[in-house]
């Protein structure tokens, strides 16, 4: 992707595709699916690091296996507010400093989402626990995870399950109707999931 000018912009540039058929075997039923719209997140900035407001779509150059592609509007990245989740390991690994510097890093992380992005704080050893529901005030925070303290195991693939599904439940509809993150804060690999790493 290419762009005329050197700015900076944080947007989500939206363009039209075209129908593609797909043919599963030659003896088996072959059947056609269109995508009417792909979002691409994209990120420029301008020679001294500053984010552009007034990029348009002719300012994009969006290729697909060579082909240009038509860029139908673009939307400045805070249009779309964010749902996040964040995962804290509270197993015996991370007792003391690496899970104070952890719940550093998610009042950090909190102070940085915009007043109509959500957040929830959740904590896991072997088992996940909501330590903060879903919420757009910042101020619960703290009291939240000053209540964190270190034990047992890691269970980092169900605790990513019970995020996902906290997400799922989450939305309004069927669809997202925000961006959707899961951010993870650890320092080992899972020892006491009850799923295992495909699932």
Request: aromatic share 6%.
């Amino acid at each position: 992707m290419g762009a005329p000018r050197q700015h900076g912009f944080s947007a989500v540039v939206v363009l039209l595709a075209a129908a593609s058929a797909i043919g599963i075997a030659s003896d088996a039923p072959s059947f056609s699916s269109r995508v009417d719209l792909v979002a691409l997140d994209v990120c420029v900035r301008d020679a001294s690091g500053q984010f552009l407001q007034d990029l348009a779509p002719g300012d994009f150059v969006v290729l697909e296996n060579g082909t240009p592609q038509r860029v139908s509007f673009v939307e400045p990245g805070g249009a779309v507010s964010l749902r996040s989740v964040l995962l804290i390991d509270r197993s015996a690994s991370m007792r003391g400093a690496k899970l104070a510097r952890a719940a550093d890093a998610a009042k950090a992380f909190a102070e940085l989402l915009g007043p109509a992005d959500q957040l929830e704080i959740l904590a896991f050893n072997q088992r996940s626990s909501k330590v903060l529901g879903f919420t757009d005030d910042r101020s619960s925070v703290p009291e939240a995870l000053a209540s964190l303290q270190a034990t047992g195991m890691t269970g980092l693939y169900d605790a990513l399950l019970v995020a996902e599904s906290d997400l799922r439940s989450a939305r309004p509809g069927t669809l997202p109707d925000m961006r959707e993150v899961i951010i993870v804060l650890s320092d080992g690999e899972d020892t006491a999931s009850l799923i295992g790493f495909d699932e």
